[in-house]
C-alpha cells in the first residue's frame, strides 16, 4: 500500500466542471508535487509546495489551482480544463527537496 | 537541463530470464532513483540509489557517479515485472526531478 493516498481514482468531468484532486501524507515530508502523465510519456513536473509554500509552477494553466491547506495535505482544483488535459494526476511527498519521492497511485482524469 | 537516456527502449523476456536495464545522464546528480510503474499505472519506488549498489530481493541496482550511468538487474524475472521502468535524477543545481523516457518490459509466461 502506498503511503501517499490520492482520492479520487478516477473522474470524470465536462469542461465546465469545477472539481477537486487530493493528496494526503502522513509521513512528516515537508515537499510535496503534482505532476501530470500523458499515456506512454514519463510524468511532467506541474508544481511543488517546501512548507506549505508554492516554490515551483512549471508554466501550468491557470485552469489549474494548487493549494496546500497544512503540511500533510495538498489540492489541485481544476475548472474549465481542456480535453487535452486528460491525464493521469500523480501527486509525490519528499522529507526534502534533494530527498527521494514517494508517489500516489494516481487520478486518472477524463475530460469530455 | 540534464538528459537522461534509458535503454533498450523496450524488451520481451521470457519468464525466469534475467535483464539489464541501462540509465546514463549528461551531469552530477544529487539524487538518482528507479521506479517501476506497473499496468495499473502506480509508480513505485525500487531504489533510491545516487552512488553505489543495493539490493532487493531479485532486484539489485548500481549507480556508478563518476561515469554518469546507472544499472537495473532483474533476477529470475516473472510476469508481475512487467511494464515501464524509469530512472529519474536530481541534478544539484535544483529541485526538478528528471525522467527518462522509461522501458518497457513484458514478460511472457
Known amino acids: 500500500d502506498t503511503e501517499v493516498t490520492q482520492t479520487p481514482k478516477h473522474l470524470v468531468m465536462g469542461m465546465t466542471n469545477k472539481k477537486s484532486l487530493k493528496c494526503e501524507q502522513h509521513?512528516?515530508?515537508?515537499?510535496m508535487y503534482w505532476y501530470k502523465q500523458k499515456a506512454k510519456k514519463p510524468p511532467e513536473l506541474m508544481f511543488v509546495?517546501?512548507?506549505?509554500?508554492?516554490?515551483i509552477n512549471e508554466s501550468v494553466p491557470s485552469r489549474f489551482s494548487p493549494e496546500c491547506p497544512n503540511s500533510s495535505l495538498l489540492n489541485l482544483h481544476l475548472h474549465a480544463l481542456q480535453p487535452e488535459d486528460s491525464a493521469l494526476y500523480l501527486c509525490?511527498?519528499?522529507?526534502?527537496?534533494?530527498?527521494?519521492?514517494?508517489f500516489g497511485d494516481g487520478t486518472r482524469l477524463s475530460i469530455l | 537541463g540534464i538528459q537522461v537516456e534509458q535503454s533498450p527502449p523496450d524488451l520481451i523476456l521470457q519468464e525466469g530470464a534475467n535483464s539489464t536495464l541501462r540509465c546514463n545522464f549528461s551531469?552530477?546528480?544529487?539524487?538518482l532513483q528507479w521506479f517501476h510503474q506497473n499496468p495499473w499505472g502506480q509508480l513505485i519506488n525500487l531504489f533510491y540509489?545516487?552512488?553505489g549498489t543495493k539490493q532487493n530481493g531479485r532486484l539489485s541496482a548500481t549507480t556508478v557517479a563518476t561515469e554518469r550511468y546507472s544499472l537495473l538487474y532483474i533476477s529470475s524475472s516473472q510476469t508481475t515485472d512487467s511494464g515501464v521502468y524509469f530512472c529519474?535524477?536530481?541534478?544539484?543545481?535544483?529541485?526538478?526531478?528528471?525522467f527518462g523516457k522509461g522501458i518497457t518490459l513484458s514478460v511472457r509466461p
Open positions: 509525490a511527498s519528499s522529507r526534502g527537496f534533494n530527498q527521494p519521492q514517494h
Open positions: 540509489i545516487p552512488s
Open positions: 509521513m512528516g515530508h515537508r515537499a
Open positions: 509546495y517546501s512548507y506549505e509554500k508554492l516554490s
Open positions: 529519474a535524477v536530481l541534478p544539484g543545481a535544483n529541485s526538478k526531478l528528471t
Open positions: 551531469d552530477s546528480v544529487n539524487n
